[in-house]
Nanobody, 121 residues
Framework: QVQLVESGGGSVQPGGSLRLSCTAS?????????????IQWHRQGPGKERELVAG????????LYADSVKGRFVISRDNTKNTAYLQMNNLKLEDTAVYFC?????????WGQGTQVTVSS
């Protein structure tokens, strides 16, 4: 069973930085390997709908970002470590949310359990 585990969340003041990690395991011949999946970070803030924050292609060559985080967040991956990252800089109060890592290939999704990010003064 494929599992994604997020880490690196926490509390930070506005303007601060955090780096989230998403480590995947449990890949088998039937589920393909980590480097065959696009990775996305989604978040859900209090009282808000879940939204896509950033995504990276399976080979790391293409990325996309929500307008709200462009220029502040950077998504990356290391396929040798089965790990993806979300570097978050200049954090704002509105970035407060639970952040989820998703591995996506065709119609298959695997979700992590989420990590809390709280931005407060």
């Amino acid at each position: 069973q494929v599992q994604l585990v997020e880490s690196g969340g926490g509390s930070v003041q506005p303007g601060g930085s955090l780096r989230l990690s998403c480590t995947a395991s449990g890949f088998t011949r039937n589920t393909y390997t980590f480097n065959k999946y696009a990775i996305q970070w989604h978040r859900q803030g209090p009282g808000k709908e879940r939204e896509l924050v950033a995504g990276v292609s399976s080979d790391g060559g293409q990325t996309l970002y929500a307008d709200s985080v462009k220029g502040r967040f950077v998504i990356s991956r290391d396929n040798t470590k089965n790990t993806a990252y979300l570097q978050m800089n200049n954090l704002k109060l509105e970035d407060t949310a639970v952040y989820f890592c998703v591995a996506r290939r065709a119609s298959t999704d695997f979700w992590g359990q989420g990590t809390q990010v709280t931005v407060s003064s």
